[in-house]
């Protein structure tokens, strides 16, 4: 027995009324179909897996391991040492240590020229250990992040200074060895992020900086041989090499809800035509002077006349190092000279910095060209297998989007 009944004025509007109501169960039913598969779609594109009882948070903020030392290589004697020595003479090098922080946590010692753990049992990944001038070259495709504190920005990701000497030339009996300073490692970061000449305020509460964002900028590169490499600013890695030997360990550092790797598409480079990608931007945007130091520093030319001199004595020293090579190292050399001497003087480095900090409005033009570019495109997966899953950033970046976005 029905439980109610419902009677009409209109004679045979119930049929009216049974047929609008299964057009709209159809029209429902066919929404939420595609619903699903729009759904679907998503999630198989963005690989991205939703628990709807699994929970995450966390606006933990990201952290770099590091130190940095003055390296005074006139008191080394290692044959191994002896170019830096006939190049740097008793002027001190400024030089970083970027660690993983299962390294940089761990307790190590040298023994027969290699870094172990000094605890048994203990594990660790690996360090990379840079110029100064190497690691404003890579700083350059890191973005620290900021968010403000009294009407200032504070640096989002945190540095943590590590404490390890550094044996210069290990394996000898009585080797040199560089003692860390922390100031001196603070002073070259400011040169790279302006924003650590700020106060790094390491607590404070989450929802001030729960939206500010610390950025890795990665190009791939095209390539003939069938290898894989990228480019982190200047710096170019070769994957998985480079993650299984430790060079990109450092990056573990970085794991953080607000961490994000950010893939600026495939370079591509001309040497016939003294031109690549980044180039070419410049040249079509308005940013000539970018784009000529730019090629200069890509594409250099002749030694200057103590370089040369520079050269001659180093090939002598060591004859079985390609001319080629020993050109590029000392070419590296004179600007680590120049960055050293700016750091530790605490003079204008401007002019000798890599051509992407000199020029960080071009820089910040092209990466945002760049993002709008690849915006609907995917990353290539071995850039996926290779680097972004050994280090814990496989999980796409989803957001909502907010009234003023479309």
């Not at 079985?320 to 700016?342: F, H, L, N």
Request: hydrophobic residues 40%; negative net charge.
């Amino acid at each position: 027995m029905r439980a109610s009944t419902r009677q009409d004025s209109n004679p045979g509007s119930e049929g009216v009324y049974e047929s609008f109501s299964d057009m709209v169960l159809c029209t429902l039913i066919v929404l939420i179909t595609l619903v699903v598969v729009l759904a679907l779609n998503i999630v198989e594109q963005l690989n991205v897996y939703i628990e709807p009882n699994h929970f995450s948070g966390g606006a933990t903020r990201p952290w770099i391991y590091l130190q940095a030392q003055a390296v005074d290589y006139s008191q080394t004697t290692s044959a191994r040492l002896a170019v830096d020595r006939e190049l740097f003479g008793d002027e001190s090098s400024v030089l970083v240590n970027l660690f993983s922080p299962s390294s940089a946590l761990s307790t190590t010692a040298v023994e027969d020229g290699q870094t172990v753990s000094a605890k048994e049992g203990e594990t660790f990944c690996g360090q990379s250990d840079l110029s100064a001038y190497s690691f404003l070259q890579l700083a350059v495709g890191i973005e620290p992040g900021s968010f403000a504190v009294d009407g200032k920005p504070t640096a989002l990701m945190l540095p943590k200074f590590v404490h390890k000497s550094i044996e210069v030339e290990p394996g000898t009996a009585r080797g040199y060895v560089a003692v860390p300073d922390n100031q001196l490692a603070l002073d070259t970061m400011a040169l790279a992020w302006p924003v650590y000449a700020n106060a790094i305020y390491p607590r404070r509460a989450q929802g001030e900086y729960r939206d500010a964002r610390t950025k890795i900028y990665v190009e791939a590169l095209e390539s003939d041989d069938g290898v894989h490499r990228i480019m982190i600013g200047h710096s170019v890695f070769t994957l998985p090499q480079d993650i299984q030997n430790g060079r990109l360990s450092w990056l573990a550092g970085f794991s953080s809800g607000l961490t994000e790797v950010v893939y600026l598409g495939t370079a591509w480079n001309d040497p016939a035509k003294q031109t690549n990608k980044r180039i070419a931007f410049f040249e079509q945007n308005g940013f000539p002077e970018a784009a000529a130091d730019y090629r200069a520093y890509s594409y250099p030319g002749k030694l200057s006349a103590t370089e040369q001199v520079e050269l001659r004595n180093a090939l002598a020293i060591r004859p079985d190092v390609p001319k080629a090579r020993m050109e590029r190292y000392i070419r590296d050399a004179s600007a680590q000279k120049m960055v050293s001497a700016a750091i530790m003087q605490e003079q204008d480095a401007t002019e000798f910095l890599p051509p992407l900090l000199a020029h960080r409005d071009a820089w910040n033009a092209y990466i945002a060209q760049c993002v709008k570019d690849e915006q609907h495109t995917n990353p290539p997966k071995w850039l996926i297998t290779d680097l972004l899953e050994p280090l814990g950033f496989d999980q796409a970046v989803i957001r909502g989007l907010t009234d003023n976005e479309s």
